[in-house]
């Protein structure tokens, strides 16, 4: 009985020294949670931070960029709205063309049919209204105007020298007159002879209506008819690839019949 009591005791104080022991283990580690809670809390609010401030110099980054893309955007719209103008004015140039072409039939008709009627000869006639279409095209569009304007002179000599008849000069000069008003609406590509540099060199060139004419050399060179401030027409190569590479792809589509569609060109009516 002693040792039973005994053994029972000390089993009782094992017991409180353990429970005595955990409330300790307890109270510490509470310490320590406590004692290293803002340390964590520091940390995560310094990440965090970090977190914001590279978010916000992201943020104006991607603003710096967007505000670059909208200037680039505004600065191309402003660039195609003057070339929008250019070929409006061109094409207004091109209409009055056509449209003093159209008279100039209109008027070599009524004058034919007025020297019929008063028995006057052709001839004059016939000359005078050569002699105003050679003069449109030696200062017009620079497609093979020798060859125009020699075809103009055959004429002319043949009415002079009367070795053509009356009638079918009239239809000659009618037609010549209607192939100049039909090369406003062509496009195509050909072979002439122009000067580039101050040397006369035959090129192959891609004829746009009579608004654009772009060529290419055999020695690889690339360019585009340009008119000057004086108003007259000059060849000139480009010196950017993109634009080589444009004119290029020009050439290509047109070789394939591909007569129509969307192409970004050099535009020779910038200044």
């Not at 209109?106 to 279409?133: C, F, H, Q, R």
């Not at 569009?141 to 103009?152: G, M, S, Y």
Request: net charge neutral; glycine share 6%; aromatic share 6%.
């Amino acid at each position: 009985m002693k040792y039973s009591a005994c053994s029972m005791r000390c089993v009782v104080n094992e017991g409180f020294m353990h429970i005595h022991f955990s409330k300790k283990i307890i109270l510490l580690g509470g310490l320590v949670l406590w004692l290293s809670a803002p340390a964590a809390m520091a940390s995560s609010v310094e990440n965090l931070a970090k977190s914001l401030a590279k978010i916000r110099g992201e943020v104006e980054t991607l603003q710096t960029q967007l505000d670059m893309e909208k200037e680039k955007h505004a600065s191309r719209m402003s660039a195609l709205n003057s070339q929008l103008a250019d070929l409006s004015v061109e094409e207004r140039r091109q209409k009055l063309n056509i449209e003093k072409l159209q008279h100039s039939i209109e008027k070599l008709s009524a004058d034919t049919k007025k020297a019929e009627e008063s028995g006057e000869t052709l001839k004059p006639v016939m000359l005078a209204a050569l002699g105003d279409y050679k003069r449109h095209v030696q200062a017009g569009f620079p497609f093979k105007i020798e060859d125009r304007v020699r075809a103009i002179g055959d004429l002319e000599n043949n009415i002079a020298n009367r070795t053509i008849d009356p009638n079918k000069a009239v239809n000659q000069a009618w037609s010549l007159i209607e192939d100049e008003i039909r090369l406003s609406k062509e496009n195509g590509i050909y072979q002439q002879t122009i000067t580039l540099n101050g040397e006369k060199m035959l090129v192959d060139i891609a004829k746009l209506g009579t608004v654009f004419l772009y060529f290419q050399t055999k020695d690889n060179q690339s360019g585009m008819a340009k008119r000057t401030p004086e108003g007259e027409w000059k060849f000139e190569t480009v010196e950017s690839t993109d634009e080589a590479e444009r004119i290029k792809i020009l050439f290509d589509s047109l070789k394939k019949q591909i007569r129509q569609g969307y192409f970004e060109l050099p535009n020779p009516l910038r200044k």
